[in-house]
């Protein structure tokens, strides 16, 4: 596979290909290029977890029933994954400067109506905008630093972009917890206008557009449709899997046609003069370890977090905001760590980086299996820190790995693998750990309660219960006595520490696992295809 020359798109004629300058003044100047898209990624990123803080006080004011509040978020977790490759391309098309732009408006106009809306019908509809819209940036933003930076300063800018990223999602239900207990529900959206505003006004000044000598001039809309709808019911099915049941005919089913779809597929890229995914792509042993990497790291990160904040809360009786408080470490240390890995990176390449990212993720699991009730904040935080200190590396180098081995006419499409990726990974995550949870729930609740001598209960009176202590919450009504209360609130919270130490001991296997795909890992073949776009 041939390195690509980076040019910049001066006219509308597909066949120019002149050679760009060295960057001067405002456009086009690296480090500005990373703050520019920083900006625009930072509100994508903190929606993935800012909205949760605010979903009970939606709720509430709206009247929302559980299911459209599951809707909320998965709406917008649903357009997200589905468009991510397919806006990738239409980055290597249009150009990424122009898709980047077009993401922020539509992000942050959806955001607004958001917060404008009366009616819950109305929250998801925008809610899924807002997914397809942060589709755009989140692949453009990596196609545009590839573009911009040289070689050797690439995984530095990387590092910091994951920073962002991690930071961004980590501080979420910090920030949603500040804004919907002072102000109101609605100001965790509007608070992405002015932003998005800053980052378009940014845009328009800083961000240079660069195009491959060899970038697509047509669309595969058959391999879009296809790819679209395979990914919905791989999606759908690990959302919906919980609530149906694992064994259930609709969540096989699902499943199955996710499995056919994604094979109809891979078959069609290879009769299409210019297919979404050229599936050449992949023969690179480097970027198929850096995408597998991408979907074992996020099922550990994603899905034992999604625990940790119950465990904080339900738990440990914490608020939002104070939860947010005790995983300052996990979000510190990845804001320290992402440059400093990008720098590890840059000289020693990603494998070793990778390995001992994933490994120090790994036990970090094995250490947060070990949680009890009354765990210390002090040993908290040694996990949460170390946990931060292994991703960091692995955010960073597997990013790298995937778009740098990708030619850069695809470093769009690559952009969007990468995130596709996380997205499949987090979904797949918080459905095989919660899964697990309910299964140890199930399974200890009854002879817990019967062992605490608690009045025992009916069938249908365990199912309620069950689905209580699965998110950690003690099934107590407001007329039981207080000291049989506090018995409930004992069984509840040993069975699902219980529970959550077996999810968190299974996610530090697949940690080991990803430690072992790392080890396939090397530096991007095609990463100097845009060295030449701009200079430091």
């Avoid at 199930?442 to 309660?449: E, I, R, Y």
């Avoid at 608690?454 to 919450?473: C, I, T, Y």
Wanted: glycine share 12%.
């Amino acid at each position: 596979m041939t390195s690509q020359t980076t040019v910049e798109k001066a006219s509308r004629e597909p066949q120019d290909t002149a050679v760009p300058a060295p960057a001067k003044g405002l456009r086009g100047h690296p480090w500005l290029t990373l703050f520019s898209v920083a900006i625009g990624v930072m509100m994508v990123a903190l929606d993935g977890t800012i909205v949760a803080i605010a979903n009970p006080a939606i709720q509430q004011d709206l009247g929302a029933s559980l299911a459209d509040v599951q809707w909320i978020t998965n709406g917008y977790m649903l357009a997200l994954a589905v468009s991510l490759i397919t806006a990738g391309k239409l980055g290597d098309r249009f150009g990424h400067r122009q898709t980047f732009l077009i993401g922020v408006v539509g992000f942050a106009a959806a955001s607004g109506a958001i917060g404008l809306s009366h009616s819950v019908a109305l929250v998801i509809v925008f809610r899924v905008l807002q997914g397809l819209f942060g589709a755009l940036l989140m692949p453009a933003a990596l196609g545009l630093l590839r573009a911009t930076f040289p070689a050797e300063k690439l995984n530095m800018a990387i590092g910091i972009w994951g920073m962002v990223i991690g930071a961004s999602t980590a501080g979420g239900p910090i920030l949603g917890g500040v804004l919907v207990e002072h102000v109101s529900w609605q100001s965790v959206f509007f608070i992405n206008v002015p932003v998005g505003v800053i980052a378009l006004v940014l845009g328009l000044v800083i961000l240079k557009d660069h195009r491959a000598e060899n970038a697509p001039r047509s669309f595969d809309i058959g391999g879009i449709v296809l790819l679209s709808q395979a990914m919905f019911c791989l999606i759908w099915a690990l959302i919906k899997g919980a609530e149906w049941g694992w064994g259930d005919y609709k969540t096989l089913g699902f499943l199955g046609a996710a499995v056919a779809l994604f094979v109809v597929f891979a078959f069609s890229q290879k009769n299409v003069r210019e297919p979404l995914v050229p599936l050449a792509m992949f023969r690179s042993v480097p970027l198929s370890a850096g995408a597998v990497l991408m979907v074992l790291m996020a099922f550990a990160f994603m899905g034992g977090l999604f625990f940790v904040t119950f465990y904080l809360q339900n738990v440990h009786g914490l608020s939002p905001v104070d939860s947010g408080l005790r995983l300052l470490p996990l979000t510190g240390m990845m804001i320290v760590a992402s440059p400093l890995a990008g720098a590890m990176i840059t000289k020693f390449g990603p494998r070793v980086p990778l390995v001992g990212g994933m490994v120090c993720t790994a036990v970090a699991m094995f250490g947060m299996s070990q949680l009890e009730i009354g765990t210390s904040t002090l040993t908290m935080s040694i996990w949460f820190g170390l946990l931060g200190l292994g991703l960091a590396p692995v955010m960073v180098g597997a990013t790298e790995v995937i778009v740098g081995n990708a030619p850069m006419e695809l470093s769009g499409v690559a952009g969007g693998l990468q995130q596709a990726a996380m997205q499949v990974g987090g979904s797949l995550g918080t459905a095989v750990l919660g899964a697990i949870m309910a299964s140890q729930v199930d399974s200890k609740l009854a002879g817990n309660w019967t062992a605490a001598q608690l009045p025992p209960l009916s069938p249908k009176q365990l199912d309620a219960a069950s689905s209580a202590v699965e998110v950690g919450v003690p099934p107590v009504d407001a007329n039981t006595p207080p000291e049989i209360a506090a018995k409930i609130a004992g069984v509840a919270h040993d069975t699902f520490v219980s529970g959550m130490s077996t999810a968190f001991m299974v996610a530090g296997i697949v940690a080991v696992v990803a430690a072992l795909v790392a080890t396939l890992t090397k530096r991007g073949a095609n990463a100097e295809a845009g060295a030449g776009a701009g200079h430091i």
